[in-house]
């Protein structure tokens, strides 16, 4: 059963205390993505990532961190320095080609919380 | 900067009526345009797509109408039904930058 999954799918995190919320995929995909929902804002990418090893930030990057050592994982971590969290947080995944293979998949989401 | 605006930001449509969201961008150089269609509390799910060298494309009841001359697209949801109520998103993208639009929430009524 293909697909992406995210744990956990709530989460709740005091002021000053850095998380990492999980992404994983089994769809042999290169590109993976983080964006960030609030209501009425559409989706906004955080980091993305074409191969393993290698990741650019997006237009909102700023508090959090990535990294990519395999290309089954993109865990992202929101960190102290994000001063507004608290959102729904999707992972998503391509085949990493251009054209009509651009379609993104996305997984559950986490609803991160900050208490 | 929002490259791509979508309207309504809400649409209240009765049960088998027509629904329609609009969506128009700005980079001529996107060359993919998908709607997704989000439940709450899920991520979004790949409805329908298009490319640019397509004036419409139809899948059962979803349709997507393109006008590359006026760099607008828009989807139209046929008898549409309580069950198409949630979150729609038009996206452009450009080699695997995609920018999404706000959001439109559809409520069908029975």
């Known amino acids: 059963d293909g697909g992406i999954t995210q744990s956990p799918k709530y989460l709740f995190r005091k002021e000053g205390q850095n998380v990492t919320l999980s992404c994983e995929q089994n769809?042999?995909?290169?590109?993976m993505y983080w964006y960030r929902q609030d209501p009425g804002q559409g989706l906004r990418l955080i980091y993305y990532?074409?191969?393993?090893?290698?990741?650019q930030k997006g237009d909102i990057a700023e508090g959090y961190s990535v990294s990519r050592e395999k290309k089954e994982s993109f865990p992202l971590t929101v960190t102290s320095a994000q001063k507004n969290p608290t959102a729904f947080y999707l992972c998503?995944?391509?085949?990493?080609?251009?054209?009509?293979?651009?379609?993104?998949?996305f997984g559950p989401g986490t609803r991160l919380t900050v208490l | 900067q929002q490259q791509v605006k979508q309207s309504p930001q809400s649409l209240i449509v009765q049960k088998g009526g027509i629904s329609i969201i609009n969506c128009a961008y700005e980079?001529?150089?996107?060359?993919?345009f998908p709607w997704y269609q989000q439940f709450p509390g899920k991520g979004p799910a790949l409805l329908i797509a298009i490319r640019p060298d397509v004036s419409e494309k139809k899948e059962g009841r979803f349709t997507i109408s393109f006008n590359k001359s006026a760099k607008q697209f828009s989807l139209h949801i046929m008898d549409s039904q309580p069950g198409d109520s949630a979150t729609y998103f038009c996206?452009?993208?450009?080699?695997?930058?995609?920018?999404f639009g706000a959001g439109t929430r559809l409520t069908v009524k029975p």
């Open positions: 980079n001529t150089a996107f060359d993919y």
């Open positions: 769809l042999n995909h290169d590109a």
């Open positions: 996206a452009a993208s450009n080699n695997n930058d995609m920018r």
């Open positions: 998503a995944s391509s085949t990493g080609t251009s054209g009509a293979t651009d379609t993104q998949y």
């Open positions: 990532s074409q191969i393993v090893n290698d990741f």
